[in-house]
């Protein structure tokens, strides 16, 4: 069981994207301790001095590639002690013309966005298990709920991860462990630099730290970061498939 004596920690894989950063903040100003996760780890040294410094709580840096899946357990091993919470924000949304036309780019997104996620998940969920407790939050996107033209390989990616949150959770329903599935919707981050987004449905990378943080603590299953994705992606989710075809979407 988790000893409630010792300061929590949060582990966030993809710790040098945008939204990696704002929900490390957030769950150091809850108290945590941060872990943060990333390929070229010693590079976030400002980082590092930022969280700690402003809310006074211990973090360290690990380096991390999802891709390199052969690499995984060692890389749990080395952290020596298990986080309480892990949060992966990994993620690769290429352009979808260029991933249509070379394999090598859509085997990459593919591989950032569901088999790496889900498969460090997976090992992290296996010793939650053993130890009984424990939050895995995966952060997926609205992108999965349905298969669209215009971003179908990204979509696809995180349509897998997002139903593989879903059958952990139930796995996990009774063993003391929580999956949380995060889907954010349009974010101001510097993936989406340069695309034209609705302002209204469109969140800062804080709104979804804060709501991730809120998740876990109310141990919510599945979150939108706005409330309106929920309705848009249901809408949009039970058009027919005569009329969405026809759609620019």
């Not at 996760?37 to 010693?42: E, M």
């Not at 981050?189 to 340069?194: D, S, V």
């Not at 449905?201 to 929920?230: F, L, M, S």
């Amino acid at each position: 069981m988790t000893d409630t004596s010792r300061q929590k920690t949060v582990l966030v894989l993809g710790g040098r994207s945008d939204i990696g950063r704002a929900i490390a903040h957030s769950f150091a100003a809850d108290g945590y301790a941060v872990a943060l996760a990333a390929r070229n780890a010693a590079n976030l040294e400002t980082d590092k001095s930022d969280i700690s410094l402003r809310h006074n709580v211990p973090v360290s840096l690990h380096e991390f590639d999802v891709l390199d899946t052969g690499k995984m357990e060692a890389f749990i091993d080395s952290l020596g002690v298990l986080p309480d919470v892990v949060v992966s924000v990994v993620g690769l949304m290429g352009e979808q013309a260029e991933n249509e036309k070379d394999t090598d780019l859509s085997a990459r997104v593919m591989r950032s966005n569901y088999e790496g996620p889900a498969l460090i998940l997976g090992l992290f969920a296996n010793r939650f298990e053993e130890r009984g407790s424990g939050t895995l939050v995966g952060v997926s996107s609205v992108a999965g709920d349905r298969g669209r033209a215009t971003n179908y390989i990204y979509g696809s990616a995180k349509a897998g991860f997002t139903a593989f949150l879903s059958g952990l959770r139930n796995r996990l329903a009774r063993k003391g462990v929580h999956v949380v599935t995060v889907k954010p919707g349009f974010v101001r981050t510097q993936m989406t630099e340069g695309m034209k987004l609705p302002g209204p449905i469109t969140a800062d990378p804080e709104e979804v730290a804060q709501a991730t943080v809120k998740a876990v603590r109310k141990g919510k299953n599945t979150v939108y970061t706005k409330p309106v994705w929920a309705l848009i992606m249901l809408i949009i989710t039970h058009i027919p498939e005569a009329i969405f075809k026809k759609m620019s979407i």
